[in-house]
């Protein structure tokens, strides 16, 4: 059995009902439909569009009752962010009592999250532009392989704001599909996607197009010569390990919640641990998921430098979610999930296969140990077995690959594989001794500039442990020189602890000084004294290098730092603001600090910044092999001693011996 059992029985304490739906669980597709009805019903006019439509998150203190007494009520709502007559609704929906709560006008900075339909319709307004179609013609082009995608505008200043898109366009002749690789550069196309109408043109310069045969990367259309062949992975299972009862996931010693959003994709909900010694479930992880992503290219020229996307709340990581493929996406033994949002005009959408869950055995040791100077050389090692929940947005030319990674030993790493293919500016250049002046970028391939660029992610994580009173502590490691043992030792270093006490404290830029962080339970504590708690282990380190006052840099403040703690608050969600297309960075993560509340012994969340900064190379192209960044939640003083101790490893299925000689 490839399960990792644990020595106690999970069955019969686990805190979920087979009748009964999890209060945190995203909306079904009744549910949508059920939204759909009670909004239009009230707006009955055609100019009505859903740009966002999610699950209304009952308060912490029902959610936890329920899940200590199933039979427990809570109320299940639902938050639309609609579009009519040109003003942005913020629409509560009762799903019980069939009915609007609230309905209220947002009248601050920025737009909503940009619908699938709109963008569409707006390619498909720049193909048919009687303009855009005389310079395609100007420059041989047929307007039949010409393909464009929406980017959005950003903020640079101006009062006065219209929801408008620019349109880059691609050549896709001679059977390519990499049309990202193929820019048609020289021309600004701006497109009013309320009013569906060209406001802005400009066909400023003509540009070679890279040629489509290197830009190939699909298996059927590749020529010889090939890679290695791999070989397919041994799976050790044929059933999944795990349980799934609606949307809550149990495997080993982790319970949690699954859940699918249009604007964050995957949320991990009520993650909980069992103590074997306690004989009880205990809370980790409240909430978490990516709030926001920001991806700046550092092209500032002109029809380069908007380029600043904001992936979550412009796109939408679960608008954006594609559906995964078993054996590549995920391996053999997973079992899949499907998302679902809402269309523009309210209707659910179903992304199959959204998310995959699945244990991964990837060959690593989760403890060891070899008394090598015993009688026999005792050594005992067991082998880590984890559980991974998985989903892949690929959101323009970009994938991402979404890993939540579940340990027995109670870590959570959270995991980001970047793929894709680069954003390219044509040149005429073949060659880099060509090149005369900065380029903005790397020449990957013949007239193809990589256009350097940064990608930063920020994880809310809001962590509730052992309870919902929890404190933020940083340790610093200082080296102090010995002057009071009379030992040949000079130096040492030693562990000074601090509590922060308010949001300024807490907000960190990580850099080579050796620190640790850790969220603790001051009330909560082990045997011998220690209070409880988790650490967060940084993975890579990046911060901005874009100037404060530049317009980018304003609207994502909450790059300025890799850590930030602050106190709970159900609006506080989205660290780059709820409004995020052409923001003016006034309701950001940073604007929240500034009032520097008090954190100590309260309900806290932590927010995570990490990514990375990408200056291309030939390795990238015609595809990105995937870059891999992350960072683990790891317990600290949680347990009496090793939690996995006493797991039972898997059974082996043995095989012959291979030496690999041919």
Known sequence: MALLFLLFSVAAVLPISSSKRHPLDSLSPSEFTRVQTIVKTSYPSNNLSFHYVGMDEPVKAVVYSWLSNSKTKFPRRAIVIARHNHQTHEIIVDLSKRSIVSDKVYTGHGFPLLTLEEQHAGAALVLAYEPFKASVKKRG??????????????????????????????????????????????????????????????????????????????LSKLKPPFGPRLNSVATSSTRPGFKINGNTVKWANWVFNVGFDARVGTIISTASIYDINMHKYRRVLYRGFISELFIPYQDPTEGWYHITYFDNGEFGFGLTAVPLERFNDCPANAVFMDGYFASQD????????????????????MWRHTEAEMPGHVREVRPEVSLVVRMVATVGNYDYIIDWEFKPSGSIKMGVGLSGVLEVKPVEYTYVDQIKEGQHGTLVADNSIGTNHDHFLNYYLDLDIDGFANSFEKTKLVTRRNTKVNTPRKSYWTAEKETAKTEFEARLKLDTKPMEFALVNPSKKTKIGHPVGYRLLPGSIIGPMLMDDDYP??????????????????????????????????????????????????????????????????????????????????????????????????KHVQRPNYTGKN
Request: glycine fraction near 6%; hydrophobic fraction near 35%; include cysteine.
């Open 553 to 650: 840099q304003i609207r994502a403040g909450f790059t300025n730092y890799n850590v930030w703690v602050t106190p709970y608050n159900k609006s506080e969600k989205y660290s780059g603001g709820n409004y995020v297309d052409q923001s003016h960075g006034d309701d950001t993560l940073l604007q929240w600090t500034d009032g520097n509340r008090e954190i100590e012994n309260t309900d806290i969340v932590l927010w995570y910044t990490m990514g990375i900064h990408h200056a291309p190379c030939q390795e990238d192209f015609p595809v990105m092999p995937t870059v891999s960044v992350g960072f683990e939640l790891r317990p600290t003083n949680f347990f009496e001693y090793n939690p996995v101790l006493k797991v039972i490893p898997p």
């Open 346 to 365: 309210g209707t659910p959408v179903k992304t199959p296969n959204a998310v995959c869950i699945f244990e991964r055995h990837a060959g690593d040791v």
């Open 141 to 218: 082009l047929n307007i039949s392989d010409v393909v464009c995608s929406a980017s959005t505008v950003g903020w640079y200043g101006e009062k006065e704001s219209k929801r408008v898109l620019k349109f880059p366009c691609f050549y896709t002749d001679q059977g390519t599909i990499n049309m990202f690789l193929r820019p048609i550069e020289g021309i600004t196309i701006v497109v009013d996607i309320e009013e569906m109408k060209v406001t802005e043109y400009n066909d400023r310069e003509v540009a070679p197009i890279p040629k489509p045969e290197p830009t190939e990367y699909r």
